[in-house]
């Protein structure tokens, strides 16, 4: 079976850095395309970051460009998600997706496999 466990989320003041953590087991990430997700409270899921871009770049969606780094470690089979300068906006329910394909999936794509999230609370 295929897991993807987040963690590290947890309560932060405004301004503060987390770093989350996805272990995924079953499945290689080294070649494929995962991806960071956020749900915040009465709103749609969404997308933040994926791994690898066409031209092997990092995608970030606008709201978190220069405040959140996303990284893997292939010999960990697990990928990073570092925040810093946390908004009260950023609050949210955090998961990681994989998925077969080598690259991002296009906007919209479903993502083959995904984890349980992890809570981010910012305070103001």
């Known amino acids: 079976d295929v897991q993807l466990q987040a963690s590290g989320g947890g309560l932060v003041q405004a301004g503060g850095s987390l770093r989350l953590a996805c272990v995924v087991s079953g499945f290689a990430l080294d070649g494929h395309a995962i991806g960071w997700y956020r749900q915040a409270p009465g709103k749609e899921r969404e997308g933040i970051s994926c791994?690898?871009?066409?031209?092997?770049?990092?995608f970030y969606k606008e709201s978190v460009k220069g405040r959140f780094t996303m990284s893997r470690d292939n010999t960990k089979n697990t990928v990073y998600l570092q925040m810093n300068g946390l908004k009260p906006e950023d609050t949210a329910v955090y998961y990681c997706?994989?998925?077969?394909?080598?690259?991002?999936?296009?906007?919209?794509?479903?993502?083959?496999?995904w984890g349980h999230g992890t809570l981010v609370t910012v305070s103001s």
């Open positions: 997706a994989a998925d077969r394909t080598t690259l991002c999936p296009a906007p919209g794509a479903i993502y083959d496999y």
């Open positions: 791994f690898p871009n066409s031209d092997g770049s990092t």
